[in-house]
């Protein structure tokens, strides 16, 4: 059995289809999925699926790019969405100055507010870094964050070692399988087994060999196949140790075992 632990579902490139998708995962192993808030219709929405569907779970939060229109008071209402039982995280949350669609004290604000929400209801969060290391690590260290997942690692060593020296989850999409992702390869080499996610971030980026068509979290068994090639495993032991991970992590109750 596999997990999706990043997928955006509730986007419109599913409207047609959803349904379908979460049966072809099933299908294909991807028994459970954790659906990301990207924006706060965006945690709306997840919540929403996460009733609709038993396999699917929500996590709330809003995404660095939307740190602009972000307001306290919508902080409030993620706060009170983040009560319903099948959330189990706070996010996406974090920095992106690789686009910088939101000024940066925009998204450092909107940041740290959510990295308190999360302490005060105990709960983990999903971090979205992106060319932003430096500040990440910097807040993350002020805020005593103990319980992340690094959402979408790229192959930054550095990142990786201070992760994994705090105890931070390292997750990896299926942009590993991309001819020119060596330094991603590296860093799954170099991140323990133990600290490892796996996660589509469907819509986005679709393995090598389906790159321009929509990901789906049936897709997760194809990085499966190559984090089990590149760490000299059987997918079967891939499967076992990150769903583990993702159960622990985010204190899923699973119908299985
Ligand atoms: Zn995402």
């Given amino acids: 059995m596999l997990i999706d632990t990043h997928c955006h579902l509730d986007f419109p490139e599913f409207d047609a289809d959803r349904g379908e998708v979460l049966k072809r995962a099933a299908d294909a192993g991807v028994k459970y999925v954790i659906n990301i808030g990207s924006s706060l219709q965006g945690s709306i929405n997840s919540v929403k699926l996460a009733k609709d569907y038993p396999n699917v779970f929500a996590v709330v939060g809003c995404h660095p790019h939307d740190s602009r229109d972000f307001s306290e008071q919508d902080i409030e209402t993620v706060r009170s969405l983040a009560g319903f039982e099948k959330v189990v995280a706070i996010g996406e949350i974090g920095l992106d100055y690789y686009r910088n669609l939101s000024p940066q004290e925009d998204q450092k604000r909107i940041f740290v507010s959510f990295l308190r929400l999360a302490r005060e209801l105990n ?135």
């Fill in 123 to 257: 709960l983990p969060v999903v971090i979205h870094s992106r060319e932003a290391r430096d500040d990440t690590l910097r807040i993350m260290r002020e805020e005593n964050v103990k319980k992340a997942i690094i959402h979408c690692f790229g192959g930054d060593q550095i990142f990786l070692k201070e992760c994994i020296d705090r105890g931070y989850l390292i997750s990896f999409t299926c942009n590993v399988t991309y001819k020119k992702a060596g330094n991603i390869r590296d860093a799954v080499k170099a991140a323990p087994l133990e600290m490892i996610c796996l996660e589509t971030d469907a819509p986005y980026l679709s393995p090598e060999g389906y790159r321009g068509k929509r990901n789906d979290p049936s897709f997760v068994r194809i990085l499966a196949q190559e984090i089990s090639r590149i760490k000299g495993l059987s997918i079967e032991e891939i499967s076992r140790l990150t769903t583990q991970n993702a159960r622990e992590f985010f204190g899923l109750k699973l119908d299985e075992p």
